[in-house]
């Protein structure tokens, strides 16, 4: 099983939103905007990652999410990078697009839904556009 890909970007220059996709695959302004999408903000920015999570090369864009911020849990090896709610903060991280059910369900089996982590749906800004996506967070 290869994981190189060679990746093309669309700009949609009225919305200041890229977005990256497998060479010869096409995205539209559409896709980035509507579907599910999940927000990343930690390995699973790198497309590589997210290949050896869900079995394929997702679309991804930049992307913010207002209110939140990163942090870590844990300590040595058990380290963990997390995302966590923080009134005023800011994450850059990456909208992971057109995301199947399955992809979902490899996504939660790696962020270890539900025994550590929930999946919850946030608001995140897409260039100038602003769009709900999936995250997740620490169950309380």
């Known amino acids: 099983m290869s994981t190189s ?18 060479e010869g695959a ?5 896709e980035v905007l509507h579907g599910d999408a999940v927000f990343v903000s930690g390995k699973l ?26 942090g870590e849990r844990g300590s040595g090896k058990k380290k963990m990078p997390i995302l ?13 697009l057109d995301v199947s059910e399955n992809d979902l369900q490899k996504l939660d089996a790696f962020e270890q839904v539900p025994e550590l982590r929930e999946r919850v749906s946030i608001r995140v800004t ?13 169950k309380r």
């Open 45 to 70: 920015m790198d497309p590589t990652f997210a290949y050896k999570v869900t079995g394929r090369y997702v679309p991804f864009a930049a992307a913010i999410a207002k209110g939140f911020a990163r």
């Open 84 to 96: 966590e709610r923080k009134r005023g903060g800011i994450v850059l991280g990456v909208l992971l």
């Open 5 to 22: 890909a060679a990746f093309s970007v669309s700009f949609f220059e009225e919305d200041g939103i890229w977005a990256v996709h497998p």
């Open 26 to 30: 096409s995205l539209s302004l559409s």
């Open 126 to 138: 897409v260039g100038a556009r602003e769009r709900p996506a999936y995250t997740f967070l620490l």
